[in-house]
């Protein structure tokens, strides 16, 4: 079985933190890098719900995308919800790390893997991380598709192929223009309006648009705007991490237990469709 310390090593070579964004918290929030690890859970976000389901499994090692404290802290008491977190896995045995911005860049990525999830075959990163001579690293994608397909049809593979939530997915445009090509950038994504237009794709699936970027891009031209759930668009790199994790164990003989959390953290509920009209 190997140590904690080894797993996390393989997991830097996937994710090396120096390529977070400065603001981020990525690494291990918790752990002793000697106990041994056997089963390891992957989720999005480090809440409540997941960690006890950690628990349940038995789990030795927790990785989230999601930092637990992104903004840093001065306490983890347990009378705070994220200090009960911290208490939880402590008294269990559970270490928790953490692949964000790191894990969103990485060749493959958050945006490969939502990419996979709607069978779009990837052409390049949307924003090219310049220190990649390969040009294979960066933020969010841009793909192809097999064949044209329509926004109304884009829409529904995505609603039938991602997690499902409250949400769904918002649709912005003409549901019966052509889509050819499609940038996609999983978690928020309304600060890449300008180089989603420079890269002249018909359509940009992610998830957290405001009102007025959003606007103003539909103004701009007739792209198409699909707007998922943050969790949602996240999730399937769930599954492309696991993946990389149960090879890395097959090549070194580690045996580990490899699971992904299908806890829903999205943290709406409900949805209800408006039916009143203007005022």
Same mark, same amino acid.
């Given at each position: 079985?190997?140590?904690?310390?080894? +797993?996390? @090593? #393989?997991?830097?070579?996937?994710?090396?933190?120096?390529?977070?964004?400065?603001?981020? $918290?990525?690494?291990?929030?918790?752990?002793?890098?000697?106990?041994?690890?056997?089963?390891?859970?992957? #989720?999005?976000?480090?809440? *409540? /719900?997941?960690?006890?389901?950690? +628990?349940?499994?038995?789990?030795?090692?927790?990785?989230?995308? %999601?930092?637990?404290?992104?903004?840093?802290?001065?306490?983890?008491?347990?009378?705070?919800?994220?200090?009960?977190?911290?208490?939880?896995?402590?008294?269990?045995?559970? &270490?928790?790390?953490?692949?964000?911005?790191?894990?969103?860049?990485?060749?493959?990525?958050?945006? /490969? $893997?939502?990419?996979?999830?709607?069978?779009?075959?990837?052409?390049?990163?949307?924003?090219?991380?310049?220190? /990649?001579?390969?040009?294979?690293?960066?933020? !969010?994608?841009?793909?192809?598709?097999?064949?044209?397909?329509?926004?109304?049809?884009? =829409?529904? *593979? =995505? =609603?039938?192929?991602?997690?499902?939530? #409250?949400?769904?997915? *918002?649709?912005?445009?003409?549901?019966?223009?052509?889509?050819?090509? +499609?940038?996609?950038?999983?978690?928020? !994504?309304?600060?890449?309006?300008?180089?989603?237009?420079?890269?002249?794709?018909?359509?940009?699936?992610?998830?957290?648009?405001?009102?007025?970027? &959003?606007?103003? &891009?539909?103004?701009?031209?007739?792209? &198409?705007?699909?707007? #998922?759930?943050?969790?949602? @668009?996240?999730?399937?790199?769930?599954?492309?991490?696991?993946?990389?994790?149960?090879?890395?164990?097959?090549? %070194?003989?580690? /045996?580990?237990?490899?699971?992904?959390?299908?806890? +829903?953290?999205?943290?709406? @509920?409900?949805?209800?469709?408006?039916?009143? $009209?203007?005022?």
């Amino acid at each position: 079985m190997p140590r904690l310390s080894e +797993v996390i @090593t #393989a997991l830097e070579t996937l994710w090396p933190p120096e390529r977070a964004e400065s603001w981020d $918290a990525v690494g291990t929030v918790v752990g002793d890098p000697g106990q041994e690890v056997t089963r390891v859970l992957f #989720a999005v976000d480090p809440v *409540r /719900d997941v960690v006890d389901e950690a +628990v349940k499994l038995g789990a030795d090692l927790l990785v989230t995308h %999601h930092p637990l404290y992104l903004r840093g802290t001065t306490t983890v008491a347990a009378t705070h919800f994220k200090g009960r977190v911290v208490h939880t896995l402590i008294k269990n045995d559970i &270490a928790l790390h953490v692949a964000h911005t790191n894990a969103d860049t990485a060749d493959p990525g958050v945006s /490969d $893997a939502l990419a996979g999830a709607l069978d779009l075959r990837v052409v390049r990163p949307l924003v090219p991380d310049p220190t /990649d001579p390969e040009g294979r690293r960066g933020l !969010g994608r841009v793909c192809e598709l097999d064949h044209p397909v329509t926004v109304r049809e884009l =829409a529904d *593979r =995505a =609603a039938a192929r991602l997690p499902a939530t #409250a949400q769904g997915i *918002r649709v912005a445009g003409d549901l019966e223009a052509p889509v050819r090509t +499609v940038a996609v950038s999983g978690g928020s !994504g309304d600060s890449l309006f300008d180089v989603v237009r420079a890269a002249g794709v018909d359509a940009f699936l992610t998830a957290d648009l405001r009102h007025h970027p &959003a606007s103003e &891009a539909v103004a701009h031209s007739p792209l &198409a705007l699909l707007d #998922a759930a943050h969790w949602a @668009t996240e999730w399937p790199w769930c599954e492309l991490a696991a993946a990389q994790l149960d090879e890395i164990s097959d090549r %070194h003989g580690w /045996d580990l237990r490899v699971h992904v959390s299908r806890t +829903v953290t999205d943290p709406w @509920t409900s949805h209800s469709p408006s039916l009143g $009209a203007p005022n």
